[in-house]
């Protein structure tokens, strides 16, 4: 059974509705609530439809003695991968908050949970949806901890197989959700555009009968742009107040300037990318009948004369009968005298 479309809030995402875009705040507020509104200022000001956080615990999400992702030490990231973590925590106290503020601005507040407690608070707040972050795809008791909350899951599949997708879809349908957005998605800080292999959306789509979008962290808007124009219902896409601030996840992020012409840009692409048909547009019509030609005499033709092929030319406009049936016309009578450039029609052959 195809699933073609799952609401989130007020919203349809699917084919044949605008693409849902989701500027993705992570965590760049950096610990500081003031930060964490602005941001939510800055998708507002450039037309997103929904803002979103990342809700998670040190504690719950990394081992102390783990080591940090290799784009962490690029930026000079000196702390223990705990200590980062735990500097950008969003307290859990300014969720409410920022739910308000966000639905207040007309958005749309997203979060993804990294443990069950934060699925609890985001549910509790009527957060409309989960965002299931790539790297939790094999967390099964997690996702289905959501997915039993029957809200929609966007499901992001970085660095995943199709295989590994494929259980993770079964392991939320098994609760009986069916409400899933996949979002093909390249974890890696940033990802390079040859390695962003939009393609996979179609596959992914074929394989599973689910909306498809992409979440992007390559730099700048180009990939995000082809995933709308390829067909994405949602986008994803990391962006800060300045690419200058200190913090793991602001350097490979967007300006506010470069999303709010991000969003513009989608949605000039929904435009250009039309509906799955070929047909003459309206505005066609006239170039469609002056610029293509018909069958016209090039010579007088006296009446009841057998029309011969030299004595027939194919110009602009098509007012007569199209060159395709010049075979057609040629060895016919004239029913009537045809006047040297007139159009041929079958009222005056027979």
């Known amino acids: 059974m195809m699933v073609t479309k799952v609401k989130i809030g007020d919203k349809l995402v699917g084919e044949g509705e605008p693409v849902f875009i989701v500027a993705e705040a992570g965590s760049n507020h950096d610990g500081k609530l003031s930060q964490a509104k602005k941001l939510v200022d800055v998708a507002a000001n450039a037309g997103a439809d929904a803002v979103k956080f990342q809700t998670f615990s040190a504690d719950k999400i990394v081992a102390k003695t783990g080591p940090k992702a290799g784009y962490m030490e690029k930026v000079g990231e000196k702390e223990s991968v705990y200590e980062i973590f735990k500097r950008i925590e969003l307290p859990r ?5 920022l739910v308000k503020y966000a639905n207040k601005k007309g958005l749309i507040f997203l979060s993804s949970p990294f443990d069950e407690e934060a699925v609890d608070l985001l549910d509790e707040l009527g957060v409309p949806a989960f965002k299931v972050a ?9 996702i289905e901890y959501m997915a039993r909350k029957r809200k929609p899951l966007i499901v992001s599949t970085g660095a995943a197989t199709m295989d590994e997708v494929g259980e993770a879809v079964s392991a939320i349908r098994g609760t009986g959700n069916k409400k899933i957005v996949l979002l093909h998605c390249v974890a890696n800080y940033p990802a390079a555009p040859e390695d962003a292999n939009l393609l996979a959306m179609s596959a992914l789509k074929q394989k599973f009968k689910l909306p498809v979008g992409y979440s992007d962290h390559t730099l700048g808007t ?18 800060t107040l300045s690419r200058k601030l200190p913090g793991p996840d602001h350097f490979y992020a967007v300006e506010p300037n470069e999303l709010k012409a991000m969003v513009e840009g989608i949605r000039a692409v929904e435009k250009i990318r039309g509906a799955p048909t070929k047909k003459p547009a309206k505005a066609e019509q006239e170039i469609r009948k ?52 007139e159009a041929i029609t079958w009222e005056k052959i027979k």
């Open 290 to 341: 002056l610029a293509r030609r018909s069958i016209f005499a090039k010579v007088d033709i006296p009446a009841g004369a057998v029309i011969k092929k030299e004595m027939l030319v194919t110009l602009r406009p098509v007012i007569g009968l199209e060159p395709k049936h010049i075979g057609s016309v040629v060895g016919k009578r004239a029913k009537r005298a045809i006047k040297r450039y």
């Open 93 to 97: 106290e300014w969720h409410r908050e």
């Open 134 to 142: 790539s790297g939790e795809l094999t967390n099964f008791p997690l």
């Open 222 to 239: 180009a990939t995000p742009l082809a995933a709308a124009a390829l067909g994405a219902v949602m986008i994803e896409k990391h962006f």
